[in-house]
Structures are given as C-alpha cells and as structure tokens.
C-alpha cells in the first residue's frame, strides 16, 4: 500500500496523527497483506498499541495484547515517584500490572529490584508475563495472587486499579470502552472500589516504612488519601502536571522499639 493511501485512510477514520500511525504500521508490518488487515483493525477503532502489538512507555517498548489495558503517559508518574525510593534488593509488587508497564519500567529504573506482577485477567497476565519474568507474574484477585512469602516483605505495591466510576465508562473513548476489558477500567460507583481493597490489604503485605503508590484522579485524590489514613498509613498526594498524573502514597510507619 502506498505511503499516501495509508495516510488517507487513516486521516478519514478520524487519525489525528496518521502520518507517524501510518509509519508504525509500515514497520510493525512483515508485509502487505499484515499491513492491510491491521489498518483494517486500526479504521474500525482499535488502539494502535493493540494492533502493532506494543506501546512506548518510560523509554521501553511494552508488549500489549487485545483487549489488555494500554500503559497511559500519566503512569510516568507512578513510575517516577516509585523509583524515587526504591533500592537495589527491594521487592517490589506491580498490583493490577495489566501489561506489567510499571513494573517493567520500575525494573528498569533501578536494576536489582526484584518485582511481581498481579493481575485478575488471565489476558493480562499472559501479556504480562512477556514484559516481566513470568515467574514473577501471578494470577488472581488483588493480594490473593501473590505468594505467601511476599508477605510483610515488600518496599512497595504500586498499583494503577481501576478507578472510573462505572457511569462514566460509557463518556469513555470507543478506543478504551470497547477494546479493554471492562475489569481494567471499572472503579465501581465512586471509582474507588478497587482501590478501597487495595489499601486495606496493604499494611499487611509492606515491610515497616514500605509505602503503596496508586494512582488516582484529581477529583477522587482526597478520597484515595482519606482510605489510606483509615488504614494506618501516612498519605500524601503528588501532582505531575506535564503528564497528567496524579499519585497517592500511603507509607506504612516504621517500627520502633
């Protein structure tokens, strides 16, 4: 397929930025055939990560799979905050990994950390366990998946849970409401039904001084806060503004004699 047509068709199905898709295709393309049927996919709305089969996150190329949640610029900032207190040695859980982006990046970051990955999906943890070890990359729901041996152990749990309240799915882009799980996207009626599990069972997988990163949104941050204080951590909440981030972050307090 010629350059332009490429460009054209990938103008008229709404592309903003079709010229630099038309180049990801074309290289991400063994032939022309490929080439045709996954600008097929492209045109009738599907995420270009989904269909090239990668997404750019942190400086990495991170496998994504259909259907699995793609790594959004703002998780940098989970990423950054993460890392900024983290140590060689440290283990490290990537909770509600989806594609294991933040693990993957947070293991890149600072060699050394030994991280896991978790995830409810069993499509998310296959695509996972391609950017992670996939020893280290485990099924199930929130704590419930990780290995009793991580327990107290860890420097930190990050996770991206899902945080959209489920009325306002519906007002979400087609690229995200109809080619990511629902499971990946779906906070329950406030948004913080995930998190809510997520925070309680924290304190009793983190080491003493061990801190949960979640990201969050602007309008849900104090209630994110108000349920890591509930649960005996010390919150504060980070704002990234050059990509649209926000964290929570809930330190479990040190121990002493």
Do not use: K
């Not at 996919?41 to 090239?52: C, F, M, N, T, Y």
């Not at 207190?85 to 993957?104: F, H, N, Y």
Request: hydrophobic content about 45%; some cysteine; overall charge negative.
């Amino acid at each position: 397929m010629a350059p332009d047509d490429l460009v054209a068709a990938l103008r008229a199905a709404g592309c903003v930025y079709a010229e630099d898709e038309a180049r990801l295709l074309s290289s991400a393309a063994p032939d022309e055939d490929t080439l045709a049927a996954m600008l097929e996919r492209r045109v009738a709305g599907e995420p270009l990560e989904q269909v090239v089969g990668f997404a750019e996150f942190c400086g990495l190329r991170v496998a994504v799979a259909p259907g699995v949640f793609v790594p959004r610029l703002r998780s940098s900032a989970l990423v950054r905050h993460a890392a900024a207190g983290l140590r060689p040695g440290a283990v490290v859980v990537d909770l509600c990994c989806g594609t294991g982006a933040v693990g993957a990046a947070l293991a890149a970051a600072v060699p050394g950390l030994e991280v896991h990955g978790a995830d409810l999906d069993p499509a998310a943890v296959a695509c996972a366990r391609r950017n992670l070890p996939p020893d280290r990359v485990h099924e199930g729901d929130l704590y419930d998946a990780l290995p009793p041996r991580l327990r107290g152990r860890l420097a930190a749990v990050v996770a991206n849970a899902p945080y959209v309240p489920t009325a306002a799915i519906a007002t979400m882009p087609p690229e995200a409401r109809d080619h990511e799980h629902r499971v990946a996207l779906d906070g329950g009626g406030d948004g913080l039904d995930v998190q809510r599990r997520v925070v309680a069972g924290a304190p009793e997988w983190l080491t003493p001084g061990g801190r949960l990163l979640v990201e969050t949104s602007v309008a849900q941050a104090s209630g994110t806060v108000a349920l890591m204080a509930a649960a005996g951590l010390v919150a504060e909440v980070t704002r990234d503004d050059d990509v649209d981030g926000t964290v929570a972050t809930g330190r479990r307090p040190t121990l002493h004699p």
